[in-house]
């Protein structure tokens, strides 16, 4: 028996597009289906070191569920490298602000931190309401 790996020409060519509406959605088992799918786990074809997965288009971020008292206690922090200059944003303000930046950090921390990342995440399109201008890609409804 042989092991085969993955081609790159032969994965871009079965790429498909997935739509997931994210309204009523827990933040977490969201996030983790998204990283799975981004990330072409659920493909036969999976390799930690190729890029196998689909292309995804999440709508209505807005209205992700947080569970627990998240809603108030959960603070999102940057830091520019500078002394004295970290910020420190809670998941309200973030929603009324950026509310597709939430479900972005969660999916974003699911990944590997390596080389693929950047193009892991380059497939991922997520829009705060439910317009999106990917209609021509004609996207499969993927659901929990």
Avoid: F
């Amino acid at each position: 028996m042989t092991t085969t790996h993955p081609k790159l020409a032969d994965i871009k060519a079965s790429r498909q597009w997935y739509l997931i509406d994210a309204k009523g959605m827990v933040l977490g088992k969201l996030a983790t289906l998204a990283a799975d799918t981004l990330r072409g786990k659920n493909k036969a074809c999976w390799h930690p070191s190729v890029d196998c997965g689909d292309n995804l288009i999440i709508i209505n971020a807005k209205h992700i569920v947080l569970t627990g008292n998240k809603e108030s206690n959960k603070i999102y922090y940057s830091h520019s490298g500078y002394p004295g200059a970290l910020k420190a944003v809670s998941a309200k303000k973030m929603r009324e602000t950026y509310p597709e930046r939430i479900l972005e950090k969660a999916i974003s921390g699911m990944i590997p931190r390596n080389r693929l990342k950047k193009h892991i995440l380059g497939k991922l399109h997520i829009y705060a309401e439910s317009d999106h201008p990917h209609a021509g890609q004609n996207p499969k409804q993927l659901s929990l």
